[in-house]
């Protein structure tokens, strides 16, 4: 790895040493905490607030501000983890396999709150709970993906083969979410067009965009403070015999 | 032994060794003509709605077929160490998967080609549809047994993988039966296929170079 500079390649390797990566997400966790905190509420009053009612979808559009987050979070989280599954097989890191497995019910959770939500805005608008359209169709099926990778690593003793295995589930799935994706796309849609991704001019009022992207940015950092938490428990389970997780658990008692 | 050799030996063992079990052989077939027959009985023999859902019924029966016949590709080999001899040999994992996966297609996949047409009758699928039917069924049970086998592989090694398998599995399957049963479901109303079908060949075709990789990779990991 010549072609990474020594000190980001010494942090990475300091970084994904369990003791040292326990402490740095102690220390990370309330600064985490405060900007997400700070983001949420700003997030929050802009949308719920400030924002203008829409004249066609009156106040319920509002929904977005959890739903289209929480969406990109869904996705974002099953690249993220196909990437740690990748950092996993090739190098072996210990610490890439506990993140990708910590991330895993997260991101089911941001999925199925953003399969809730999408259906709590479905029933005024479409008339329906729930429609076999084809954003919700592929959203469905991702979050299938993500509990197939949460039931296989619980099903196999090993952890570390466990890992193995999910990172290799993790990387088939996300050649296949694109395909998945595109398939159902072709199949059906209803669901309205993307308005933000439009590059030259999103189709949506800055006054409504500005909260939607701070809550995104929220729900980001929301993200990595479970993340940490979660790794930081999976470490101590999976190293309770080792030295550092005695000396910790002494000082804390 | 060269590899291309040894490709073929893995194929005309597993052919062998299903042709000794010809009753084994015979089970997803009965199963796929079973599931067909349940249909009916649960929505009623009404012609009209029949032959609407035939494709998708058809479709989804040879889905669960390949579902429960995946099992059998890795799990005898795994039981009797037969596959642990593969992991030692000097061959690449990924070019014996690939002909482990094949002959199971053969063995599992063809046949339900044989029958499609007879149950595409039962449920009155229009005639000008069978020979998408059979394109269908051509192209997209290989791409089941190879999409199936990445599942397998990552399950030989527990007791009880069947559930698990087809939580893994069935959401990979989703684009093979919307291309399918959609191609098979536009040829019965008389409108060109060919999209569908050229989808379907692109996805075996590179379902046969990418699958033998994360196969073999996943197979290392079980006998560990």
Redo the contacts between chains.
């Keep these: 790895m010549s072609w990474i500079p020594a000190p980001v390649s010494r942090f990475f390797h300091r970084t994904s040493s369990p003791p040292h990566f326990y402490a740095l997400a102690d220390r990370f966790i309330p600064w985490l905490t405060v900007i997400f905190l700070l983001l949420l509420g700003a997030g929050l009053y802009g949308g719920l607030y400030l924002a203008p009612t829409d004249y066609q979808q009156g106040d319920s559009y509002r929904i977005i501000y959890i739903h289209v987050p929480a969406a990109w979070m869904s996705l974002f989280i099953y690249v993220l983890m196909a990437v740690m599954g990748g950092i996993a097989l090739i190098w072996r890191m210990k610490l890439a396999e506990v993140m990708l497995i910590s991330s895993a019910p997260i991101g089911a959770g941001f999925t199925f709150v953003a399969l809730v939500t999408g259906s709590l805005w479905g029933k005024p608008m479409w008339g329906t709970w729930w429609v076999w359209d084809a954003r919700l169709t592929s959203e469905l099926i991702l979050l299938f993906l993500y509990l197939g990778v949460i039931s296989l690593y619980g099903a196999i003793e090993e952890k570390r083969a466990a890992a193995r295995a999910v990172s290799i589930l993790a990387l088939v799935g996300v050649v296949n979410i694109p395909i998945i994706h595109y398939s159902v796309q072709w199949w059906n849609t209803l669901h309205q067009g993307p308005t933000v991704s439009k590059m030259d001019k999103p189709s949506i009022h800055v006054s409504m965009l500005v909260p939607l992207l701070l809550m995104a940015a929220a729900f980001k950092f929301y993200y990595l403070i479970a993340v940490l938490q979660a790794a930081k428990l999976e470490l101590l389970k999976r190293e309770t015999t080792s030295q550092w997780v005695k000396t910790l658990l002494e000082k804390q008692a | 032994m060269p590899i291309i050799q040894a490709f073929w030996a893995i194929i005309r063992r597993d052919l062998l060794l299903a042709f000794r079990r010809r009753a084994e052989m015979a089970n997803p077939l009965f199963f796929f003509v079973l599931v067909v027959t349940l249909f009916p009985l649960a929505v009623g023999a009404q012609p009209n709605l029949l032959r609407a859902m035939a494709p998708g019924v058809i479709w989804v029966s040879a889905l669960l077929a390949a579902l429960l016949s995946l099992d059998s590709l890795f799990r005898s080999d795994f039981d009797d160490g037969s596959l642990e001899q593969m992991l030692l040999s000097p061959h690449a994992l990924s070019i014996l998967v690939l002909g482990k996966i094949i002959a199971h297609w053969l063995v599992t996949g063809l046949p339900l080609l044989l029958v499609a047409p007879l149950l595409a009758v039962f449920l009155g699928l229009p005639e000008q549809a069978m020979g998408t039917l059979w394109l269908t069924l051509i192209l997209a049970t290989p791409l089941l047994s190879l999409i199936g086998a990445?599942g397998v592989a990552?399950?030989v090694?527990?007791r009880r993988?069947g559930m698990?398998l087809s939580?893994?599995v069935?959401?990979?399957y989703?684009?093979v039966l919307?291309?399918a049963s959609?191609a098979v479901d536009r040829a019965a109303s008389g409108l060109p296929v060919g999209a569908q079908l050229n989808i379907l060949l692109a996805?075996l075709l590179s379902a046969l170079v990418?699958v033998p990789l994360?196969t073999a990779?996943?197979l290392k990991?079980?006998v560990?």
Excluded: D, E, Q, R
Aim: hydrophobic content about 65%; glycine content about 12%.
């Design positions: 990445i990552l399950t090694g527990l993988g698990l939580l893994l069935l959401p990979l989703v684009p919307i291309f959609g996805m990418l994360p990779a996943a990991m079980s560990n």
